[in-house]
């Protein structure tokens, strides 16, 4: 399950993590935005909960130094006793060049050379990617990749590129785990909160070029919405391909972040 901190009042993330580390959940992640720190978010719920895996999907390369972002993972990894992923990804580049004053890399170098420095320090390290080429240095270098926004079909191309990859570089591809957000929506207007969305990101011109290779999929094809949340999981079940399916809560006005989450985490 994933959600946005921003999206709750102060002290409700914690009750979320506390809930969802009890119903048996895999993990629970959160991702780095300019009103909320990951790290902070996810100190807080490792404070709180025992076994359930931490993951950040993602937090931007633009946002700090490798040296800080490898300092902040290490410590959450201390905190929650190994149970972190670090999910990474370049952001955008207004964003790093306006809000962080960082000089835009090449994205494809500039992962594979974070990789290097953070790998091996107590934390899983996986790679949000959209694009091939990304996804080949994820599995040539990674413990795992971080898709957003995709169809079934498209899961299915990235297992092959990853085979690809793997045997390519002499690793074995069920060494690399493949995660997926994929947004979820409950109650009568689920639909046009989902569509918005999708509105939004396939705006963006890295996601515009990512909905194109995809074929431009209608909104159903990428998303999961609910009436009232009964059939929630017989939907994402559409994605069993994936390792790890994340289902990032859209909230409505019917149904809130925190009712969404305690109707995911309903066996």
């Not at 594979?112 to 240095?137: C, N, S, T, Y």
Request: charged fraction near 25%; include cysteine; aromatic fraction near 6%.
């Amino acid at each position: 399950m994933a959600l946005g901190d921003r999206d709750l009042p102060a002290d409700a993330g914690v009750a979320v993590a506390r809930l969802a580390d009890a119903s048996g959940l895999r993990s629970l992640w959160t991702n780095e935005t300019g009103g909320a720190d990951a790290f902070v978010t996810l100190g807080a719920w490792a404070a709180v909960t025992e076994r359930i895996v931490l993951g950040t999907g993602v937090v931007p390369l633009s946002a700090r130094s490798e040296a800080t972002l490898a300092l902040a993972a290490r410590q959450v990894a201390r905190m929650a006793d190994g149970r972190l992923i670090l999910g990474i990804g370049v952001g955008q580049r207004a964003a790093a060049e306006k809000l962080h004053g960082t000089s835009w890399r090449p994205p494809v170098s500039w992962v594979r050379d974070a990789l290097g420095a953070l790998r091996g320090k107590g934390f899983a390290v996986i790679v949000g990617a959209l694009g091939p080429r990304m996804v080949e240095v994820a599995a040539q270098s990674a413990d795992g990749v971080l898709l957003n926004w995709f169809t079934p079909a498209y899961v299915a191309e990235v297992r092959e590129r990853i085979r690809e990859a793997t045997e390519a570089a002499g690793r074995d591809p069920s060494s690399v785990r493949v995660s997926g957000y994929v947004r979820v929506a409950v109650g009568p207007k689920a639909r046009e909160a989902l569509a918005e969305q999708v509105r939004f990101y396939s705006g963006l011109p890295f996601y515009r070029e990512h909905w194109a290779a995809m074929g431009d999929p209608d909104d159903g094809d990428v998303t999961v919405a609910s009436a009232d949340g009964s059939d929630l999981r017989e939907q994402l079940s559409r994605f069993d391909g994936l390792d790890d399916v994340v289902a990032r809560i859209v909230p409505t006005e019917e149904y809130g972040v925190e009712a969404v989450a305690d109707l995911l985490c309903r066996r």
